[in-house]
């Protein structure tokens, strides 16, 4: 299916966001994210399904002030 | 001494993590300053997240997360709860930024973001104005730290308004306040501290100097002067000269 990964047209074929960034290598990496602009936990990523469309934003600590 | 949600701070500082030539720069700038707290942000991981989240962690300050670049309320708690999932901390600098010339809070997103985040438990850092009716709004929702600008972020002019500031540090005596934005030189931080501010927190002042780990230090220094000028009871103005030599006993020459 299509998603928007961080603002990004992506193909992906896991069906869960917790599938989904193991297919993007983020399995073990230290990211919030948030789907269709509400923050989902990482508690929720194994069952929360991914449609067609969905907007998931993966984040990760920056330069800040 | 005001504390920070239960938390006394080692030093007044909190120094930025942006804009520094090098990470190792930032490093030996938070060594060289003291700074007690760093300020961080959540952006979409690009492949340099991971090294950064620990770099951070290993300066051995506390982190405080904050809401940068966003312009309404619902961005800014949605930033903020995925900022404490991944930091590990309820303090939160909110910002909710309402002009993108100037970078002045939107005092209206501010509010509705403060009281949200303060009601789902957060420990919320407003970046705010000088504004004692919007700050007394914030205080109700729930903020027990207030976080007043010097100047727009960015700008290094220090404080734009000490009248404004004055008044606002005396109508609230027992919120702990952080001067946040447009400081540039270390003078502006003593002043803040000499002013009854509880501790100021700054970037580029630092990040842009020429030698931003001496420049660290500096601001190291003027904070931890002010502040022991603040609890040292300055002595008032006056508008005439007053003699501090004695007179009696001078000589009639």
């Known amino acids: ?8 047209p992506h193909d992906i074929a896991a069906a869960t ?38 907007r998931l934003e993966v984040l990760a600590p920056m330069q800040g002030g | ?45 690009s492949g340099q997240g991971q090294a950064f989240g620990q770099m951070v962690r ?36 909110l910002e909710v930024i309402g002009h ?12 509705e973001a403060a009281e949200t985040l303060a009601a789902d438990g957060f420990d919320v850092f407003p970046y ?5 009716v919007l700050a007394r709004r914030l205080v109700d929702a729930g903020c027990r730290v207030l976080m007043p600008w010097g100047a727009p972020i960015g700008s290094g002019m220090g404080l734009n308004n000490r009248h404004g500031l004055r008044s606002l540090r005396a109508a609230f005596p027992d919120i702990p306040m952080v001067i946040d934005a447009g400081l540039g030189l270390p003078s502006h931080a003593a002043d803040a501290l000499e002013m009854g ?24 220094l003027a904070v931890q002067a002010g502040a022991m000028a603040a609890g040292a ?7 005439m000269g007053v003699p501090s030599t004695p007179l009696i006993g001078k000589a009639w020459l």
């Open chain 2, 197 to 220: 501010f509880d501790a100021v927190l700054l970037n580029s002042a630092v990040a842009q100097a020429g030698d931003p780990v001496a420049m660290a230090r500096a601001f190291g």
């Open chain 1, 17 to 54: 966001v917790a599938d989904a960034l193991a297919e993007l290598g983020w399995a073990d990496a230290r990211v919030a994210t948030a789907l269709n602009g509400d923050f989902l936990p990482a508690a929720a990523r194994a069952t929360q399904p991914l449609q067609d469309g969905d």
């Open chain 2, 128 to 132: 705010t104005t000088e504004d004692q």
């Open chain 2, 100 to 111: 993108a010339d100037t970078l002045q809070p939107d005092p209206f997103g501010l509010l």
């Open chain 1, 1 to 8: 299916m299509k998603i928007e990964l961080n603002g990004t």
């Open chain 2, 233 to 239: 009871d300055p002595m008032g103005v006056r508008d």
């Open chain 2, 1 to 45: 001494m005001r504390d920070f949600y239960g938390v006394t701070l080692d030093s007044p500082l909190m120094l930025g993590t942006a804009q520094y030539p090098s990470p190792q720069v930032m490093q030996q700038a938070f060594a060289a300053s003291g700074a007690s707290v760093a300020t961080v942000s959540l952006r979409r991981e």
């Open chain 2, 58 to 93: 290993d300066l051995g300050v506390r982190i405080l997360p904050n809401t940068a670049g966003c312009y309404n309320a619902r961005e800014a708690i949605t930033t903020a709860r995925m900022a404490r999932e991944i930091f590990q901390t309820n303090w939160i600098k």
